[in-house]
């Protein structure tokens, strides 16, 4: 990354941080007290991406996955214990069709 793509980023980080809102603005502010030069378009668009979101959280969940899991429990949750049922018959019947491959046979024979 090129600096003045981290010195938004990192302005970013400065506002969040004092906990102010993340604005264009702001972000042009901080860059330029910083005699960084950046064009106006990215703080606009950094500051589109981040807006209503959280930094802090998004920062400390990092490795913690995503949204994907939660949307996929959800249903599962709705439905009760027989949904629990049925996942662990699907990982057993993809473990039979794995077993396949292990006929003998080879690539290269």
């Known amino acids: 990354m090129a600096s003045t793509d981290l010195a ?4 970013a980080l400065i506002l969040a941080d004092d906990g ?4 264009a603005d702001k972000i042009t502010a901080l860059t330029e007290a ?3 030069e950046l ?3 990215w703080a606009s668009l950094l500051a589109k991406a981040l807006e209503g979101k959280n930094v802090k959280e998004l920062l400390s969940n990092v490795g913690a996955g995503g949204g994907a899991p939660a949307a996929g429990g959800a249903p599962a949750a709705a439905a009760g214990g027989a949904a629990a049922e ?3 018959k699907e990982e057993k019947e993809e473990e039979k069709e794995e077993s396949d491959d292990d006929m003998g046979f080879g690539l290269f024979d």
Do not use: H
Not at 8 to 11: K, Q, S
């Open 86 to 88: 049925e996942a662990p």
């Open 34 to 36: 910083a005699n960084v």
């Open 8 to 11: 938004a980023t990192y302005a």
């Open 39 to 41: 064009e106006p378009i």
């Open 20 to 23: 102010v809102e993340i604005t």
